[in-house]
Structures are given as C-alpha cells and as structure tokens.
C-alpha cells in the first residue's frame, strides 16, 4: 500500500501543482476581466454624465433663447405699436371736385392737413387728399385742379402750385417757390396720379420768405375751404 501510495500521493500533488497556476491564471483574468468591464462601466457612466451635462447645457440655451425670443417678441410688438400710431392731422377740410378733365362727375374728396414745419429757409406743408366716394364713383385725375393759374404757361403745371399760406393780419400770401426752370417744389406730375375711391394721396408744397416770428398761417388749396390759423413748427 505504502508503494502504491506513493505514486497516488506524487500524482495527487502533481495535479495539485498544476490546478494551482491553472487557478491563478484564472484569478489573473478575474481582474482583467473585471477592471475591463469597471472601466466599460466607468466609460458608459462618463458617457451619461456628458450626456446628461450635454442636455443640461442644451437645456439652458433652449430657455436662454426662449428668454430672448420672448424679449424680442415684446420689442417688436412695441415698435408695431408705436408705428401703428398715426398723428392726428391739424385740421381737415371737404369739398366735391370733378373727378377729371374730361370727367365733370363730381367726387367727395376730404383734405387733411398733416403739417406745417421750418425747413432751411422755407416751410414745408404736407397734405392728404382722401377720395370718400363709393366704389362706383370715378377715380380722382387732379390733373390741373391745383396749379396757380398766375404762373406762365408751362410753370408749375400739374402741380400744387396754387397752394398758398396766408398770414391775414399782415393781408399777406405766400406762394410755392418755383426754380428758375419753371419747376415747382411741391408735388408735380398729378397728371399721371389717379385717387380710387376710398384711397389716399399725399403731397407736399414749399413756401419761401415766411417771416421767422410768423407762427400761424391759414393754408389755401384751389377747390378747397380755407384752413385758418394753423400752427407752423
């Protein structure tokens, strides 16, 4: 028995010695493999956190540029309404004019007096024409209708050149200033302007040698009522 031991024993420890490396191999790995899937684990978990700083940064523009877009939005609402607004006119006159030269059709036609305002020497006078007739009455064609039949032939035709500022205390008219080329500096070419019903159409007329100290005029325009006493600024 003990000779037969003996072998067993030798084979016993011989498979011992060689299921101790195999064992530590394997604990070997065992680390490996487990810092592998620690740093797996690690890698994912940064990945999530980028990920989740990522959103959180994304999240924060989001609501900073929804903060500027609501800030923009007031602004421009702001500006709409402020351009919405429209200055109330010094004073408005009405009257009925034929629609045209070759149209006697009479058409109402309301004059709204926007301004009266110092210019390098000059006053500057802005009116609107608004055409309130139906839809089935004519265009308005000024044509002719506001020249100033004292100029020669050919000056200031089609033109607001008839348009005058008045100072009644002094008994004093002023007239639009005419170059010397005959051109009127006020709206001209009213030949070609036609005013469909319910529209509008502005003009402008330039006076000179109004007095600095003159702060009131009364305004003419051929066709039209006469405007007393309006402010010039």
Same mark, same amino acid.
């Given at each position: 028995m003990?000779?037969?031991?003996g072998?067993?024993?030798?084979?016993?420890?011989?498979?011992?010695? &060689?299921?101790?490396?195999? +064992?530590?191999?394997?604990?070997?790995?065992?680390p490996?493999t487990?810092?592998?899937?620690a740093?797996?684990?690690?890698?994912?978990?940064?990945?999530?956190?980028?990920?989740?700083?990522? /959103?959180?940064?994304?999240?924060?523009?989001?609501?900073?540029?929804s903060?500027?877009?609501d800030?923009?939005?007031?602004g421009?609402?702001?500006?709409?309404?402020?351009?919405?607004?429209?200055?109330e006119?010094?004073?408005? %006159?009405?009257? =009925?004019?034929?629609?045209?030269?070759? *149209? =006697?059709?009479?058409v109402?036609l309301?004059?709204?007096?926007?301004?009266?305002? @110092?210019?390098? /020497?000059?006053?500057?006078? =802005?009116v609107?024409?608004?055409? *309130?007739?139906? =839809?089935?009455?004519?265009?308005?064609?000024?044509?002719?209708?506001?020249?100033?039949?004292?100029?020669?032939?050919?000056?200031?035709?089609?033109?607001?050149?008839?348009a005058?500022? %008045?100072?009644?205390?002094?008994?004093?008219?002023?007239?639009?200033?005419?170059?010397?080329?005959?051109a009127c500096? +006020?709206?001209g @070419?009213l030949?070609?302007?036609?005013?469909p019903?319910?529209?509008?159409?502005? &003009?402008?007329?330039?006076?000179?040698g109004?007095?600095d100290?003159l702060?009131?005029?009364?305004?003419?325009?051929? /066709?039209?009522?006469?405007?007393?006493?309006l402010?010039? @600024?």
């Amino acid at each position: 028995m003990g000779r037969l031991l003996g072998p067993v024993t030798i084979a016993a420890l011989l498979i011992g010695l &060689m299921a101790g490396p195999a +064992c530590s191999s394997a604990s070997d790995e065992d680390p490996a493999t487990a810092s592998s899937t620690a740093e797996a684990e690690d890698g994912s978990g940064g990945a999530s956190g980028d990920e989740s700083g990522a /959103g959180s940064e994304a999240g924060s523009g989001a609501a900073g540029e929804s903060g500027d877009s609501d800030g923009g939005g007031s602004g421009a609402g702001d500006e709409r309404g402020s351009d919405g607004e429209e200055a109330e006119p010094l004073a408005s %006159v009405s009257a =009925r004019l034929p629609a045209g030269p070759n *149209e =006697r059709t009479l058409v109402p036609l309301r004059l709204d007096v926007l301004g009266l305002e @110092r210019l390098d /020497g000059m006053v500057e006078l =802005r009116v609107a024409l608004t055409h *309130e007739g139906g =839809r089935s009455d004519p265009d308005f064609e000024p044509y002719n209708s506001f020249d100033d039949p004292r100029l020669p032939t050919g000056e200031g035709i089609y033109s607001l050149s008839g348009a005058q500022l %008045v100072d009644a205390e002094a008994e004093r008219a002023y007239l639009t200033i005419v170059d010397s080329e005959g051109a009127c500096l +006020c709206t001209g @070419r009213l030949s070609q302007v036609a005013v469909p019903p319910g529209e509008t159409f502005e &003009m402008y007329a330039d006076f000179g040698g109004v007095p600095d100290d003159l702060d009131r005029v009364d305004v003419q325009i051929p /066709g039209f009522p006469t405007v007393d006493a309006l402010p010039i @600024r």
